[in-house]
């Protein structure tokens, strides 16, 4: 299996800007995927940024896009995040893929190896 650990999460005032990482170590056959998801209490997980370790595909939920970027650099996904709301405000959690690609919408139930996840406070 693939072991994901975030980090980078924190408090910021609205407009401001986080960087958060996820660092990705073992291996499981085929997997290719790695997705950001968030989450408060009471509410779905959403998917917000995926992107293929191995190729370039890479996709954003609409609530993010202009906002998010994800990048890569070694074993690290990063997740740069700008021009944050108070509607960012979540757990964030970083996770594989089964399937080799990426794809849009994601299935939460394809992502089998999911992180601690990392909180993000968006004041007003």
């Known amino acids: 299996r693939v072991q994901l650990v975030e980090s980078g999460g924190g408090s910021v005032q609205a407009g401001g800007s986080l960087r958060l990482s996820c660092a990705h170590s073992?291996?499981?056959?085929?997997?290719?995927?790695l997705g950001w998801f968030r989450q408060a209490p009471g509410k779905e997980r959403e998917g917000v940024a995926f992107?293929?370790?191995?190729?370039?595909d890479r996709y954003y939920a609409d609530s993010v896009k202009d906002r998010f970027i994800v990048s890569q650099a070694g074993n690290t996904v990063y997740l740069q995040m700008d021009s944050l709301r108070p509607e960012d405000t979540d757990m964030y959690y970083c996770?594989?893929?089964?399937?080799?690609?990426?794809?849009?919408?994601?299935?939460?139930?394809?992502?089998?190896?999911w992180g601690q996840g990392t909180q993000v406070t968006v004041s007003s």
């Open positions: 996770a594989t893929k089964l399937q080799y690609r990426c794809n849009w919408p994601p299935r939460e139930d394809d992502f089998v190896d």
């Open positions: 073992g291996n499981r056959y085929n997997w290719n995927c």
């Open positions: 992107t293929e370790i191995w190729g370039s």
